[in-house]
């Protein structure tokens, strides 16, 4: 299993990729301004397509576009939980190849907007 675990009050400031994670786990980070450049055509601050188990939670999003989620293949568990999102907007899921509903936890979420 390919494992990406970001935790413990790391600072973004820059988008990456990766490819090829079946579990990811965002927790306690602090992400600004990141995914906005004209070079991330998925326009998204995370963008995950494919993973099968994927975390993110208790983090700080700032002036970034939203996450974004493509689920594909399986029975993905996806949970997007106790997340305070800054001039950023509310988080994305997509069944891709399926016609079932949404499977993604997404709660207790704060939304602030500044001027």
């Keep these: 299993m390919a494992l990406l675990n970001w ?17 990811i786990s965002l927790t306690g980070s602090t992400l600004e301004a990141v995914g906005a450049g004209d070079n991330n055509k998925s326009a998204a601050s995370v963008y995950l397509h494919g993973v099968q188990v994927a975390e993110i939670s208790n983090n700080r999003f700032t002036d970034s576009p939203a996450i974004k989620v493509n689920h594909t293949v399986g029975e993905p568990l996806t949970k997007i939980v106790s997340n305070e999102f800054l001039n950023t907007d509310l988080p994305r899921v997509k069944e891709l190849n399926s016609s079932k509903e949404n499977t993604a936890t997404i709660n207790n979420n704060t939304t602030h907007t500044s001027k």
């Design 7 to 23: 935790s413990d009050k790391h600072i973004c400031r820059a988008g990456s990729v990766t490819a090829g994670t079946e579990y």
